[in-house]
């Protein structure tokens, strides 16, 4: 995870296959911010038409807004963000996730507020980073 300069308000997601055949990051993500009982909201816009299928050594992409059309509403509850959890979701669009996930410590000064939503996994970084 990285913040971005541009777009302002945005996090950047990258997940890389380590591994030695091809696999697949479906839909979005499940992003979650410091002990948030729920993730928060996708981005339906930023489907892709395919999964991100990845061979071996290459990257997906899906980037986090930050904060949404309310961004410095009160009502929008904001926060400074501590630490971002990611999980994954399965292939069969069941619900729920696969795999352990991570924690990861969010970059210094990140804020978010209740309108932070995520895109699905992209293809490119410049797509992920469209939304």
Same mark, same amino acid.
């Given at each position: ?32 911010? /410091? /002990? ?22 290459? !990257? ?12 410095? /509403? ?10 971002? !959890?990611?999980?994954?979701?399965p292939g069969d669009g069941s619900g729920g996730s696969v795999g352990s996930g991570r924690t990861v410590a ?19 970084? /410049? ?5």
């Amino acid at each position: 995870m990285s913040k971005v300069s541009r777009p302002v308000n945005h996090l950047l997601l990258t997940v890389t296959n380590t591994g030695s055949r091809a696999c697949s990051a479906y839909g979005a993500p499940f992003v979650g911010f /410091d /002990d948030a009982q729920a993730p928060i909201g996708r981005i339906e816009e930023s489907r892709p038409q395919a999964v991100a299928t990845l061979a071996p050594g290459d !990257s997906a992409y899906a980037s986090v807004v930050l904060s949404g059309e309310r961004g410095g /509403d009160p009502d929008a509850h904001g926060r400074t963000v501590r630490q971002v !959890s990611v999980h994954f979701a399965p292939g069969d669009g069941s619900g729920g996730s696969v795999g352990s996930g991570r924690t990861v410590a969010a970059p210094s000064g990140t804020y978010a507020d209740d309108d932070a939503r995520v895109s699905y996994w992209q293809h490119t970084l /410049d797509d992920a980073l469209t939304y």
